[in-house]
């Protein structure tokens, strides 16, 4: 029987990072077995490690999908309703409101236009002037309707209430950048010898610096063998490290030294980080972290996560070395959330 001081118990280490999310899934008594084999039950969470990540990946595209037909739709009811109140079709409304209003692009526009583009066109200006004209108009009429559109959301008061497809995804407690009690939670899985994770180390520094107060990021590890022999001593060694306070000092050496990963750059980081170097070779020795690593490794699959980088921003996964502008669409979106909920705030 499940008592009240184990469940407890399983929480806390659960959102410590120390137990895998399937773990947690098992506390749950309604949940029905897929298949048995004599008195073995098959659950649903059985089958994430092998398709979890297709899972999501559909689970996005179906949420993408909506969402594009949803702001159609939206924008379609919008026109309409503006167009009725003026006793007009849509298409007339539009017309009248947007099309006659905006002004022909000018000639020194469209050679504007035209240089910018040069080398791609590799034709002379006389012989696609014509072109570049109507797609220089076309452009501009796009924006001027969507632009007019996004007036009328807020005239209107328009909310959208479909949510992104979310993974309950625990932050390490004991490895957290940022504000600890921040809107906004990162959990990023990473591999210490992934270049990618390199490369998007810097765009986290820009989220955090940008979001200050906002955003708190925390990073478990997914150690990709296979590919990368050393990634997880290097994970190892930066639980060592974290042993001693010096996480995310030891972490950037790691990432910054990359390229030379080995046994001896370990110890040379442990020192550079101002480590005490004895303790930190004995720990690294003892191999006590490996199962810790092994439980951020199976939750990081659980959670459909196929490569890294991968980052749960809120729940929300965003998978890759993706540019800022990445982060910055999810997370002022889960901030506009946050103040809706909270309007006072």
Not at 78 to 99: C, H, P, T, Y
Not at 255 to 265: C, D, R, Y
Request: aromatic content about 8%; glycine content about 6%; overall charge neutral.
């Amino acid at each position: 029987m499940m008592t009240f001081a184990k469940l407890k118990m399983i929480f806390v280490l659960a959102a410590s990072g120390a137990l895998p999310l399937v773990l947690l899934a098992q506390t749950n008594p309604s949940r029905q077995p897929l298949a048995r084999i004599g008195d073995q039950a098959i659950y649903e969470e059985d089958l994430l490690p092998s398709i979890g990540a297709q899972l999501n990946q559909l689970k996005t595209q179906e949420y993408e999908l909506k969402i594009k037909a949803l702001k159609n739709v939206l924008n379609q009811r919008l026109l309409e309703n503006e167009a009725k109140s003026k006793g007009l079709s849509a298409d007339v409304f539009l017309e009248q409101a947007v099309d006659r209003r905006l002004p022909a692009p000018g000639a020194g526009e469209v050679e504007a236009y035209y240089l910018a583009q040069k080398d791609r066109l590799a034709q002379p200006f006389t012989e696609v002037k014509v072109q570049l004209e109507q797609a220089l108009a076309q452009a501009r009429l796009q924006q001027a309707r969507q632009d007019f559109i996004d007036r009328l959301r807020q005239t209107y008061a328009v909310s959208i209430l479909l949510s992104r497809p979310r993974v309950e995804v625990m932050p390490d407690s004991a490895r957290l950048l940022g504000d600890p009690y921040a809107p906004i939670t990162i959990v990023e899985f990473a591999d210490f010898q992934c270049p990618y994770c390199r490369t998007a180390e810097q765009t986290l520094k820009q989220v955090l610096e940008k979001y200050r107060g906002q955003v708190r990021l925390s990073f478990r590890d997914l150690p990709l063998r296979q590919i990368h022999p050393q990634a997880q001593a290097a994970a190892e060694a930066a639980r060592c490290a974290g042993d001693q306070g010096k996480f995310w000092e030891y972490h950037d050496l790691l990432l910054a030294n990359q390229g030379a990963l080995n046994p001896s750059t370990y110890a040379d980081d442990a020192r550079n980080a101002g480590l005490d170097v004895p303790r930190f070779q004995a720990c690294l020795e003892s191999g006590r972290f490996r199962p810790l690593i092994e439980n951020d490794l199976q939750s990081g699959f659980a959670a459909g996560v196929s490569g890294t980088p991968a980052f749960y921003i809120n729940g929300v996964m965003l998978s890759g070395a993706q540019p800022l502008s990445e982060f910055e669409r999810i997370i002022e979106s889960e901030l506009a959330n946050a103040r809706s909920r909270n309007p006072e705030r």
